[in-house]
């Protein structure tokens, strides 16, 4: 789909729709709307007085305009009160306005922002609107044969600027939209991707296409290569299955070079059948997301390489499959990590913590100025925070707080859980220095409890994405399957320490 912004009147543009945002509470029309209002002969209070609509968020009404202007139709979208806006609330009107759009069979659509009197920045807005129609509109139709001609996409949306200022500030702020939201949308294709056809080799096949660009470099470690140096907890994991495993590093370098790196360890577990201590066969197959952490960093580095931001970024991804093959790794086995430290593995299910241990360690290599690691890692924290919610845990309040304040700005929820001393007694083993699996109680937080000692001295913070990355139920932007979750988040980061470094 091609996202323009032009130059014109919305009264005078030729489109087969216009969508127009409403605030529930607009008892009196306002601004563009009265303006498009007069000229289309009262149309829009003619719906709004009719009852058919009252702006609550995600409603849709369509009317057509015979001929009275050049728009085909009216799409009023229901952006809900005006006391409640976010910029969320728009993303979300906008996706199901588009989706409207495309049920209609229509490849084309149009829409001005000055429909939306909310005092935010026009930029902000442009961006919310672009997000919402890009990742609203997402399918993922890679196997589908049958009726593929039916299932063909938007061709075109178009932003309509009235003033030259405009046309600028809502040109620059859509492509960016338009960058991140692609970045977002190869995201989720590596997560739909089915475990056959999204192993670590096609893994690191993706991430060739991304080193494409220009100030990226990409190393992949082969088996051979990770037994060398010692990352027998990656490995481990990797012997059940007869796929090799890689170590996927995406190397952007957009900064100074004597600027350290912001590392961002992924979690790349292709499919996740919990190995020996199997998982049951109800819902198993959702387990080929488990890879959805690093093809979120894959998605991000891609994006910070796209907008050219002026930041080094690193992006590591341990990928593999945890089978139970029989040369499988096995409960009571003892793995000594890249660290040198030892684990006796409990459950051959808590694998995630097993190869992100010995990628946390290799990130050090590149002498970071911080470490953010985003996994798909327990079943516990979806039962502590949700399903939309992303638990975040980490021993660095700076890093925390800027990873809390990109949440906050993306609208990409973000809950802290606490990393207390008293919950390391719970992975201490009797046999080895720590064991995999410190129990249910509080299970998100032993996880990354876990995790932290395989991390060097340097700030880190750990996202476990286990709810928030595979959808059973349509959200207003994000369509059910993979969600992308993660790189609009890492992205606005990696933004904001463009701008203002670790402080
Ligand atoms: N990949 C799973 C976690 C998961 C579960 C993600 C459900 C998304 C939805 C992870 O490898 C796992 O199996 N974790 C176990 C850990 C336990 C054995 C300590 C879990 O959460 O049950
Ligand atoms: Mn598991
Ligand atoms: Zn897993």
């Not at 080193?211 to 290569?225: F, G, P, S, Y």
């Not at 929820?413 to 007694?425: A, I, R």
């Not at 699996?437 to 937080?445: K, L, S, T």
Request: aromatic share 6%; with cysteine; net charge positive.
């Amino acid at each position: 789909m091609k996202i323009l912004v032009k130059r014109g009147e919305i009264t005078d543009f030729k489109s087969e729709a216009v969508v127009v945002p409403y605030f529930e509470d607009g008892k009196e029309l306002q601004g563009k709307v009265k303006h498009l209002d007069k000229n289309s002969g009262g149309l829009i209070r003619e719906i709004i007085g009719g009852g058919d609509f009252e702006g609550k968020h995600l409603q849709v009404s369509v009317t057509y305009t015979r001929g009275i202007i050049p728009a085909k139709r009216i799409v009023l979208a229901g952006v809900g009160k005006k006391a409640d806006f976010t910029t969320e609330k728009l993303r979300g009107a906008f996706a199901h306005a588009a989706r409207h759009v495309r049920s209609l069979k229509l490849r084309e659509f149009s829409t001005s922002l000055d429909f939306i009197l909310s005092g935010r920045p026009l930029d902000e807005i442009a961006k919310a609107v672009v997000e919402g129609v890009c990742l609203g509109l997402y399918q993922y139709t890679s196997f589908k044969t049958i009726d593929r001609d039916k299932m063909e996409g938007m061709k075109e949306f178009a932003i309509i600027a009235e003033t030259e200022k405009a046309f600028n500030i809502i040109g620059s702020a859509a492509k960016e939209a338009e960058i991140i939201s692609r970045a977002v949308c190869f995201t989720r294709d590596m997560v739909s991707a089915p475990g056959n056809e999204m192993t670590p080799t096609d893994m690191a096949n993706e991430a060739r296409k991304i080193a494409k660009r220009k100030n990226i470099k990409l190393t992949v470690l082969d088996e051979a290569e990770m037994q060398k140096i010692g990352m027998n907890a990656l490995l481990a994991v990797a012997r059940g299955s007869e796929e090799p495993a890689k170590l996927i590093i995406l190397e952007f370098r957009g900064g100074n070079k004597s600027d350290p790196p912001i590392v961002f360890v992924g979690k790349g577990l292709t499919f996740d059948s919990g190995g020996i201590s199997i998982k049951p066969s109800e819902k198993m197959e959702e387990m080929k997301s488990d890879m959805a952490g690093g093809a979120a960093v894959m998605g991000a580095i891609m994006a910070a390489a796209d907008l050219s931001l002026k930041v080094n970024a690193v992006g590591l991804i341990p990928a593999t499959e945890n089978l139970p093959g029989g040369r499988a790794y096995k409960p009571g086995d003892i793995l000594k990590s890249l660290s040198g430290q030892t684990i006796e593995v409990l459950s051959t299910d808590a694998e995630g913590r097993l190869i992100l241990a010995d990628a946390l360690t290799y990130a050090g290599r590149f002498k970071p100025a911080a470490i953010v690691d985003i996994a798909t890692l327990t079943a516990a924290c979806v039962i502590a925070l949700g399903d939309h919610v992303t638990g975040m845990m980490g021993t660095d309040d700076k890093l925390k707080r800027k990873i809390k304040d990109a949440a906050d700005a993306t609208e990409e929820k973000v809950w802290e859980l606490p990393l207390w001393e008293d919950y390391y007694e719970l992975i201490k083993s009797d046999v080895a220095d720590y064991k995999n699996h410190g129990g249910r109680p509080g299970g998100a937080i032993t996880a990354a409890a876990f995790l932290s000692k395989f991390v060097g001295n340097y700030p880190w913070v750990h996202l476990d994405i286990a709810g928030p990355a595979w959808l059973t139920k349509d959200k207003p932007y994000i369509p059910k399957g993979a969600s992308g979750v993660g790189v609009r988040l890492m992205v606005q980061f990696l933004r904001h320490w463009q701008k203002r470094g670790r402080n």
